[in-house]
């Protein structure tokens, strides 16, 4: 009896705040505002943070998870006559080093890219990534067949000229065939496509790279084997796309391609571990065994996908404290109009209050009437400010390209704190409205 009572009168002043809702609208509205975008900037920025985060993770998969990652540093020629008597840079001399050096590694695999001359490709030569591959590559890069069969230790060992090549070098350069068993030419040698890559993004941001290798990112080295400058792309390697890219034997390239280089022999190491927790473990041991072989030559660069997380992390963690902040101000100033719209409220509706306490209702009574109302109006604006929120992160994606996902928790917790600025805000003046003196009230002071 006194649940149903209860939930009666509770009804009964919802219908009452939402009245005073459509008694004043456009006031109503404006008190909105502050709280509609407060929440509604906490949804959009945490959507599209979440949807960051999400594709960070989805690439450092994509890229192996549990693999550490060892690229060529560029040098310039002033550079490489002073260290090239200490270090002939990245090469398979590392390679032996690590696997007989390090615990606990499951896999080593390097790759070198080639810069295609000519092709009968139906593709312009530079847009064709040519990589020198080793056979663990595969598995240490996360790549997976579409079709066909990978580089196994027979291809290697005999130097066959065979390719593995990307999804979409297959779609442009086979338009409605089947790539398997075709000839291409690269350079001036042949090779049978024996296998074709799944269509899955490479594209693992490394956004961390260093200020000098950024800036050097672009320029030209010499390369000692055959004094040809070819450019280098340190800081990209793992950024590049292996949809265009076409995979040979690392034996087959050098045989029929491009004779070892003297200095950066290779362009990337890759070491698998068992655990992507690992990489950080193994990232400075790799920074010792290498700083060691290299004569203490940075001429390298390590990158560990569990740190580039926790760096974006990071980032992601400054960047929303900043977002709560901006969010809390609004919604402060939301709490403040919140506050000033009851209070004009009860000054409009003393003569009622009076009215009410004179036929018997409680102070608790005024004051939960009151308290209800402010409540509402958050719980409204907590609403539309969801909505808002949610429509302005997917314009932002649809428009800005960039990705988006529903951060549920944030919302929750935005539209939580929406409710508490009602109940902060509005705990004062229905305390006031309870406490009019009744006979005051009637007389209309």
Same mark, same amino acid.
């Given at each position: 009896?006194?649940?149903?009572?209860?939930?009666?009168?509770?009804?009964?002043?919802?219908?009452?705040?939402?009245?005073?809702?459509?008694?004043?609208?456009?006031?109503?509205?404006?008190?909105?505002?502050?709280?509609?975008?407060?929440?509604?900037?906490?949804?959009?920025?945490?959507?599209?943070?979440?949807?960051?985060?999400?594709?960070?993770?989805?690439?450092?998969?994509?890229?192996?998870?549990?693999?550490?990652?060892?690229?060529?540093?560029?040098?310039?020629?002033?550079?490489?006559?002073?260290?090239?008597?200490?270090?002939?840079?990245?090469?398979?001399?590392?390679?032996?080093?690590?696997?007989?050096?390090?615990?606990?590694?499951?896999?080593?695999?390097?790759?070198?890219?080639?810069?295609?001359?000519?092709?009968?490709? %139906?593709?312009?030569?530079? *847009?064709? $990534?040519?990589? &020198?591959? #080793?056979?663990?590559?595969?598995?240490?890069? @996360?790549?997976? !067949?579409?079709?066909?069969?990978?580089?196994?230790?027979?291809?290697?060992?005999?130097?066959?000229?065979?390719?593995?090549?990307?999804?979409?070098?297959?779609?442009?350069?086979?338009?409605?065939?089947?790539?398997?068993?075709?000839?291409?030419?690269?350079?001036?040698?042949?090779?049978?496509?024996?296998?074709?890559?799944?269509?899955?993004?490479?594209?693992?941001?490394?956004?961390?790279?260093?200020?000098?290798?950024?800036?050097?990112?672009?320029?030209?080295?010499?390369?000692? %084997?055959?004094?040809?400058? *070819?450019? $280098?792309?340190? &800081?990209? #390697?793992?950024?590049?796309?292996?949809?265009? @890219?076409?995979? !040979?034997?690392?034996?087959?390239?050098?045989?029929?391609?491009?004779?070892?280089?003297?200095?950066?022999?290779?362009?990337?190491?890759?070491?698998?571990?068992?655990?992507?927790?690992?990489?950080?473990?193994?990232?400075?041991?790799?920074?010792?065994?290498?700083?060691?072989?290299?004569?203490?030559?940075?001429?390298?660069?390590?990158?560990?996908?569990?740190?580039?997380?926790?760096?974006?992390?990071?980032?992601?963690?400054?960047?929303?404290?900043?977002?709560?902040?901006?969010?809390?101000?609004?919604?402060?100033?939301?709490?403040?109009?919140?506050?000033?719209?009851?209070?004009?409220?009860?000054?409009?509706?003393?003569?009622?209050?009076?009215?009410?306490?004179?036929?018997?209702?409680?102070?608790?009574?005024?004051?939960?009437?009151?308290?209800?109302?402010?409540?509402?109006?958050?719980?409204?604006?907590?609403?539309?400010?969801?909505?808002?929120?949610?429509?302005?992160?997917?314009?932002?994606?649809?428009?800005?390209?960039?990705?988006?996902?529903?951060?549920?928790?944030?919302?929750?917790?935005?539209?939580?704190?929406?409710?508490?600025?009602?109940?902060?805000?509005?705990?004062?003046?229905?305390?006031?409205?309870?406490?009019?003196?009744?006979?005051?009230?009637?007389?209309?002071?």
């Amino acid at each position: 009896m006194s649940s149903s009572l209860f939930s009666g009168q509770t009804l009964t002043l919802l219908r009452r705040s939402f009245v005073q809702f459509y008694s004043n609208p456009l006031r109503t509205l404006l008190t909105l505002l502050g709280v509609v975008f407060g929440v509604g900037a906490v949804v959009a920025m945490m959507s599209i943070g979440e949807g960051a985060q999400r594709q960070i993770l989805e690439r450092i998969e994509a890229m192996g998870a549990t693999s550490v990652h060892i690229e060529s540093r560029p040098v310039t020629d002033a550079e490489l006559t002073s260290i090239i008597n200490d270090t002939v840079g990245l090469s398979r001399d590392d390679v032996r080093a690590i696997e007989h050096t390090l615990p606990n590694i499951k896999s080593v695999g390097y790759r070198v890219k080639h810069t295609l001359g000519v092709t009968d490709i %139906s593709m312009p030569a530079h *847009e064709v $990534q040519v990589y &020198g591959v #080793s056979e663990s590559i595969f598995k240490a890069h @996360a790549l997976k !067949l579409k079709e066909g069969d990978t580089l196994h230790h027979l291809h290697h060992r005999q130097g066959q000229r065979v390719a593995v090549i990307g999804s979409r070098l297959a779609q442009n350069a086979f338009p409605g065939q089947n790539p398997l068993g075709k000839v291409i030419r690269l350079d001036y040698s042949y090779f049978t496509i024996i296998g074709v890559l799944e269509d899955r993004g490479m594209n693992a941001v490394k956004d961390e790279a260093t200020d000098e290798t950024k800036n050097k990112k672009n320029k030209k080295s010499k390369s000692l %084997s055959g004094n040809e400058e *070819e450019e $280098q792309d340190s &800081g990209s #390697s793992i950024t590049k796309d292996y949809q265009d @890219a076409i995979l !040979l034997p690392f034996s087959t390239l050098e045989a029929e391609l491009a004779p070892a280089r003297t200095y950066h022999e290779l362009d990337m190491i890759s070491v698998e571990v068992n655990t992507t927790a690992e990489t950080l473990e193994a990232k400075n041991q790799l920074m010792l065994l290498l700083s060691k072989l290299h004569g203490e030559h940075q001429d390298f660069e390590i990158i560990a996908p569990e740190e580039l997380l926790r760096q974006r992390q990071e980032t992601q963690s400054v960047f929303n404290a900043v977002l709560i902040a901006i969010a809390a101000i609004s919604l402060l100033v939301g709490g403040i109009g919140v506050m000033n719209i009851m209070l004009a409220n009860i000054m409009e509706r003393v003569s009622e209050i009076g009215l009410r306490r004179a036929i018997g209702a409680k102070k608790s009574d005024i004051r939960n009437q009151f308290l209800l109302e402010s409540i509402s109006i958050c719980f409204v604006g907590g609403v539309l400010g969801v909505l808002l929120g949610l429509l302005a992160s997917f314009l932002v994606s649809y428009f800005g390209d960039l990705p988006m996902a529903f951060a549920w928790e944030s919302t929750a917790l935005a539209f939580g704190i929406s409710l508490l600025v009602g109940v902060t805000f509005g705990l004062m003046p229905a305390v006031r409205a309870a406490n009019i003196d009744p006979i005051d009230a009637l007389r209309g002071e």
